[in-house]
Each structure stands twice: as structure tokens, then as C-alpha cells.
């Protein structure tokens, strides 16, 4: 199985697109965990999706005190695994923002099968930047070729987690960072981390579009 974490706070067009890319994956044995803020889930916005066994939504607690001190996106990913909520050999990382190709959990799937010694992959992504109220204009790729072990400054506005695919067994809450100092580079220091943990193995294929809305958390003036 494969699991993906998608983080949401308060993005309702973008996240139904999100959600909506997962659902279209031909790879059929996954699980999504959506982690909102709770703005979303107290709405019932996620009710839609409820007859689907392969989704579960939580929430984070969270509070805006609690967004002004820590980096909420990489609690809400260690949350899922402190609650022992991820399953499976396979984790994927996506935000309300961004979208998958169809065949992304199969790519990552079929490798990891045949690489049984092999523990990360990242395949190339394109980059997207919101012009209209859902439309954009694409700004640039996200090919990160030197994304094993690289320092997470060298990682900014070029490389997203979405791109990687890791096995459950080298990935722990130790590598995603809670300090609000890395609010905007959490992606960053988590791929660093777990490039020195193990070698994170190129892949020639298409994970899909990493957008930047005009109300994404971490959206960044070069973009």
C-alpha cells in the first residue's frame, strides 16, 4: 500500500483538485490522509467524500497562536505518524496546492518493487504560479537532479516534497521541522534529512504540478 498525506488549511478549490488527482490514480492499493486545520473539516467540506474507505480526514487542533510559533504543515505530518495512522510499505507528501499525475503511485510503486534495496525516489514535477481564480501560468520545472543529500538552502524554490516517494521504514516525525523558523522551508530540510539518511534515486517520469496560490502558506517572491 501505498499512503499519501495531503495537508489542507482553508483551500477548498484547491484541495477538491488535490483530493480529485489522487482519486484518479490508475495504482488502486492506497490510502489518503488528509490533515486540515480544522477550518475545513468543522465545515463539513470533506462530507463529500465520505462513502470513499481509502480516505480518512483528521484535524490538526491547531490554533492561530499555534500557527504563529511552529511550522503547522510538517506537524500535521508527524502527527499522522504519532497517531499510527500511516500503513503500508509507500508515503507520498502533498499539499491542498498541488496535484498528481495519474500514474505517479504506479511509477513509485512499480520501482519500489523492482528496487527492493532501494529506500526514496523523486521524479521531476513542473511549477506552477496562480494568475486568475483558478487559472496559472507555468513558471519553471522542479528537477532537483541533486536532491540525495543536498543542504536544504540549495533546495529552495527547486525541489517540493511532492516529488518523493520513501519507504515507511527510513521515514520517522524526526525529519519533518516543527520550528516556525523553517515555516518556509520545511520541504527543504525534509528532503536534506532524509537525502543524508538514504539515497533519494532520480526517476525520468512526471509526478505532477506544484502550485503556488496567492494564499499558499509558503509562496516565495522568485516565484
Not at 465520505?50 to 492561530?64: R, Y
Not at 527510513?170 to 520545511?186: N, Q, S, Y
Request: charged share 20%.
Amino acid at each position: 500500500m501505498l499512503t499519501t498525506i495531503l495537508t489542507s488549511h482553508c483551500k477548498p478549490g484547491h484541495c477538491w483538485e488535490a483530493i480529485e488527482s489522487v482519486l484518479a490514480q490508475s495504482y488502486s492499493d492506497w490510502q489518503l490522509i488528509v490533515m486540515d486545520s480544522g477550518i475545513l473539516y468543522n465545515a463539513n467540506y470533506f462530507n463529500r467524500w465520505g462513502s470513499c474507505g481509502k480516505i480518512h480526514v483528521a484535524t490538526t487542533g491547531e490554533t492561530e497562536d499555534m500557527r504563529k510559533q511552529w511550522c503547522m504543515q510538517s506537524m500535521a505530518i508527524n502527527s499522522c505518524f504519532q497517531r499510527g495512522l500511516v500503513h503500508g510499505d509507500l508515503v507520498t507528501f502533498l499539499s491542498d496546492d498541488d496535484l498528481y499525475e495519474p500514474d505517479a503511485f504506479y511509477q513509485f510503486a512499480e520501482t519500489a518493487w523492482h528496487n527492493p534495496l532501494q529506500h526514496a525516489w523523486y521524479g521531476h514535477a513542473s511549477l506552477w504560479k496562480q494568475v486568475g481564480s483558478f487559472s496559472y501560468e507555468r513558471v519553471g520545472d522542479l528537477r532537483a537532479d541533486a536532491i540525495g543529500g543536498a543542504d536544504y538552502t540549495d533546495l529552495d524554490c527547486k525541489a517540493d516534497g511532492m516529488q518523493v516517494c520513501a519507504r515507511r521504514s527510513v521515514l520517522d516525525v524526526t525529519l519533518w521541522p516543527v520550528d516556525i523558523e523553517f515555516a518556509g522551508h520545511a520541504d527543504g530540510v525534509f528532503l536534506s534529512m532524509l537525502g543524508k539518511r538514504c539515497p533519494i534515486h532520480p526517476l525520468d517520469f512526471h509526478v505532477g504540478s506544484h502550485r503556488h496560490t496567492r494564499d499558499s502558506t509558503f509562496s516565495k517572491s522568485t516565484y
